[in-house]
């Protein structure tokens, strides 16, 4: 999944802001 595209789960949040372990992926 990208860094910056919208949770799969349509909450339209940055990865990151959604799963809130995605900011490794930066």
Known sequence: MGR???CPYGSG???KQC???A???H
């Open 19 to 21: 799963h809130g372990r």
């Open 4 to 6: 910056n595209e919208p």
């Open 13 to 15: 949040k940055k990865f």
């Open 23 to 25: 900011d490794r992926l």
